[in-house]
């Protein structure tokens, strides 16, 4: 196979390319963290093709490149999906002056959602326990294929998912997006996007800040439970204010590592005397 062929006619974008991309998606996980998750690392996935498209413009480029550095969680095996219409929307970002570049974060954030959930009922629901189950059983007969077992089983749907996920999102969401672009419906889409990113941030603030008040009072002898007063007037306020709160630090240029030392002590403090937990 020509591993030169072209992929990209505008840009030059060729199979290799696009190999260099799927080989990098591998890498995702490598630098997750806390503030971006696995931003640096879709960021690192995608810079051969970002440098190709932005060659004659540096300036594109680094905004490009700071533009995913964004927040960006998911599955991995079917991230190189949302890389490829990526790579498509950059492409249309740079024939087209007037593209939103706004779009490509909200069409990444309303993405990870539905695919999260996919990946992990396929990755983490099925083929892993398969995979195990299969390598058990080879296991306790003392064969020396098990590990091999468990590998192949695994990574064969990981491998397909990657690459054809890749071809699909690149050369379906650059036509895709090209239709919207010419339908006006473009904007539309983006306006949904943004409400499905923000209401998927909101789920994640609920399920993984699970932050209430244990105080209460005796008054005439009855029992008053601020947190239930507190669910009352609006279910999981605490880690919304505490989310909003943070959010409003990050866009007043507030460094992150004065935002976690305060977190920390005010968690201390707070910890200490029951006030939360």
């Known amino acids: 196979m020509n591993s030169n062929k ?13 190999g260099r991309v799927f080989w990098r998606s591998f890498t995702v996980e490598g630098s997750m963290n806390y503030e971006r998750m696995e931003a640096l690392g879709f960021l690192f996935s995608i810079t051969p093709i970002l440098k190709k498209i932005y060659k004659d413009d540096v300036i594109k480029l680094k905004e490009a490149m700071h533009r995913h550095l964004a927040a960006f969680n998911m599955t991995v095996a079917p991230s190189p999906f949302i890389m490829g219409i990526t790579i498509a929307m950059e492409e249309l970002a740079k024939k087209d002056k007037s593209f939103n570049v706004s779009s490509i974060n909200a069409v990444k954030v309303s993405l990870m959602g539905p695919l999260s959930g996919i990946g992990d ?5 099925i083929f892993r326990v398969l995979a195990c189950a299969m390598a058990i059983g080879f296991a306790k007969q003392g064969n020396f294929l098990a590990p091999f077992i468990l590998l192949f089983v695994y990574n064969i749907p990981n491998f397909l998912t990657r690459w054809y996920g890749l071809k699909l999102g690149y050369n379906n969401g650059s036509q895709l997006l090209e239709n919207m672009e010419k339908s006006g419906k473009t904007k539309l889409f983006t306006f949904c996007a943004g409400i499905v990113g923000v209401a998927s941030i909101g789920c994640m603030v609920a399920l993984w800040l699970p932050m209430t008040c244990p105080l209460q009072f ?4 009855t029992t008053v439970k601020i947190q239930k ?18 959010f409003t630090c990050i866009r007043r240029n507030i460094k992150i590592y004065k935002i976690i030392l305060v977190l920390v002590i005010v968690g201390f403090v707070l910890g200490v005397f029951n006030i939360l937990k």
């Open 6 to 18: 072209i992929i990209s006619q505008e840009n030059k974008l060729t199979k290799k390319d696009f």
């Open 218 to 221: 005796d008054i005439s002898g």
């Open 229 to 246: 007063y507190l669910n009352e007037i609006l279910p999981k306020m605490l880690p919304m204010a505490v989310t909003l709160g943070i």
């Open 121 to 125: 009922t396929f990755f983490w629901g």
